[in-house]
């Protein structure tokens, strides 16, 4: 069943996706299917198995959202670094390719926006799948600084990144 989510995302891509942005020029491709293969990856680590756990979405108590920040931290519970590091690390890339995916002026503002509403989805959703995953605002945090990490490495990788993409697109 787990290999028939991963086929029907790719039949998604080529079905939805690759002609229209390859229209768009092979710099558009490049940057689009990076973030759609980055987002695939997001959601296989964070939700999956979400097709196989539908049926049993209601079969389960949905414990609220932990909103004490860093409770974990302050109570010394589970391998709280390893999680930080891996939240901050997985939103890394979202921060670095939105701008490059919405091609306009993109602030810190809009990417840490961004990154909070894909985490918050995220979380929101974590709960539903089985009684095992848990919702953290914690994870909210971590994710969102990851994001700003993301966007301040492509701010100093900007000229590099335009003249590989311009390259890419023949300019």
Same mark, same amino acid.
């Given at each position: 069943?787990?290999?028939?989510?991963?086929?029907?995302?790719?039949?998604?891509?080529?079905?939805?996706?690759?002609?229209?942005?390859?229209?768009?020029?092979?710099?558009?491709?490049?940057?689009?299917?990076?973030?759609?293969?980055?987002?695939?990856?997001?959601?296989?680590?964070?939700?999956?198995?979400? =097709?196989?756990?539908? &049926? +049993?979405? /209601?079969?389960? !108590?949905?414990?609220?959202?932990?909103? %004490?920040?860093?409770?974990? #931290?302050?109570?010394?519970?589970?391998?709280?670094?390893?999680?930080?590091?891996?939240?901050? =690390?997985?939103?890394? &890339? +979202?921060? /670095?390719?939105? !701008?490059?995916?919405?091609?306009?002026? %993109?602030?810190?503002?809009? #990417?840490?926006?961004?990154?909070?509403?894909?985490?918050?989805?995220?979380?929101?959703?974590?709960?539903?799948?089985?009684?095992?995953?848990?919702?953290?605002?914690?994870?909210?945090?971590?994710? %969102?600084?990851?994001?700003?990490?993301?966007?301040?490495?492509?701010?100093?990788?900007?000229?590099?990144?335009?003249?590989?993409?311009?390259?890419?697109?023949?300019?």
């Amino acid at each position: 069943m787990k290999v028939l989510v991963d086929f029907v995302v790719l039949i998604i891509y080529f079905w939805k996706f690759y002609k229209k942005w390859e229209e768009k020029g092979r710099d558009v491709l490049l940057v689009n299917t990076l973030m759609y293969i980055y987002l695939s990856f997001v959601l296989f680590f964070t939700l999956m198995p979400i =097709i196989t756990s539908l &049926p +049993f979405i /209601f079969n389960h !108590p949905y414990d609220s959202m932990n909103l %004490v920040p860093f409770i974990d #931290v302050l109570n010394g519970r589970g391998d709280f670094v390893r999680q930080v590091g891996l939240n901050v =690390i997985m939103t890394i &890339p +979202f921060g /670095f390719l939105m !701008p490059l995916v919405k091609k306009e002026n %993109v602030k810190l503002l809009k #990417v840490a926006f961004y990154t909070f509403l894909l985490s918050l989805g995220i979380e929101l959703l974590q709960p539903l799948i089985n009684g095992v995953r848990s919702a953290d605002i914690t994870d909210l945090i971590t994710n %969102v600084i990851g994001g700003s990490i993301g966007y301040f490495m492509y701010l100093i990788f900007k000229p590099l990144t335009t003249k590989i993409l311009n390259y890419i697109s023949g300019r």
